[in-house]
């Protein structure tokens, strides 16, 4: 059975940092595409980042491109979200997700995951 388990949401100012870590139980991430997905009050889910099974193939959305950065450390089965240069409209629920199916490249469309973690809180605030 496949766990996956958000932690690093925080409460932080503007411009800050924080690093994301989504810890995978039950399938090893190095075979399997991971997405972060964030949801803000009030609006739909979106997707943040994806990276691809073997780690290559990485995408970004556009309201993150350039202070986002997703990685996984195979030897940890974790994924990472590094979010730099934070503004108040991060502000969300931050989940991460795993699809099974993983095709060579990811998608950030939160309908090709099947399993998702709980989610953790990401607050910017000044």
């Known amino acids: 059975q496949v766990h996956l388990v958000e932690s690093g949401g925080a409460l932080v100012q503007p411009g800050g940092s924080l690093r994301l870590s989504c810890e995978v139980s039950?399938?090893?991430?190095?075979?399997?595409?991971i997405g972060w997905f964030r949801q803000a009050p009030g609006k739909e889910r979106e997707g943040a980042a994806c990276i691809s099974n073997n780690g290559e193939y990485t995408a970004y959305a556009d309201s993150v491109k350039g202070r986002v950065t997703i990685s996984k450390d195979k030897a940890k089965n974790t994924v990472y979200l590094q979010m730099n240069d934070l503004k108040p409209e991060d502000t969300a629920f931050y989940y991460c997700?795993?699809?099974?199916?993983?095709?060579?490249?990811?998608?950030?469309?939160?309908?090709?995951?099947?399993?998702w973690g709980l989610g953790t809180q990401v607050a910017v605030l000044s």
């Open positions: 997700a795993i699809d099974l199916r993983s095709p060579d490249t990811c998608k950030r469309d939160q309908r090709a995951y099947q399993y």
């Open positions: 039950g399938f090893t991430t190095a075979h399997y595409n």
